[in-house]
């Protein structure tokens, strides 16, 4: 379940990666627009009917690649806010699960050696073991997601 939410949190990283990839893109294509828009006015001014049709023709491409921008970035809000959805649950389940576990493993323990008297004293032990032993798995996790970063930075 922690590959899972370790995955869960590249994915969100990635999708907000994309989310400003798009972001730049559109800012781009708004000021190409502009631009093509400006020179056909200026032709205009000046008499020059076939740079006015090239400079429409261009503002037109412009303006079409604006709106499918405008749509992918809207779905990858969408996908960004299913993504954390998801990511959110994963979280409180494996927290919940967490918090059962070292319970679930004393009682286990217990029933497996059979000793009702003296369990009190293994329970504790059972206990701090599980509780050193989640630390060590989620230092391990935490180094597993820096190191998906550094590589995703470098990409």
């Given at each position: ?36 828009e ?53 979280q ?48 391990a ?8 970063k ?6």
């Amino acid at each position: 379940m922690r590959e899972a939410v370790v995955d869960a949190k590249v994915a969100v990283a990635e999708i907000q990666e994309a989310i400003g990839r798009t972001e730049r893109e559109l800012a781009l294509e708004r000021q190409r627009l502009a631009d093509a828009e400006r020179r056909g006015r200026l032709a205009g001014e000046i008499q020059d009917q076939e740079t006015v049709a090239v400079a429409e023709r261009f503002a037109a491409k412009h303006r079409e690649r604006l709106g499918v921008l405008e749509r992918k970035l809207i779905a990858q809000r969408e996908e960004l806010a299913l993504a954390q959805r998801e990511l959110d649950e994963m979280q409180t389940q494996l927290k919940s699960a967490e918090r059962e576990r070292p319970a679930m493993e004393a009682r286990r323990s217990a029933q497996e050696a059979g000793d009702g008297g003296a369990a009190g004293v293994d329970l504790q032990d059972e206990l701090l073991k599980s509780d050193m032993d989640r630390a060590a798995r989620e230092a391990a996790a935490a180094r597993q997601l820096e190191e998906l970063k550094k590589k995703m930075r470098k990409e």
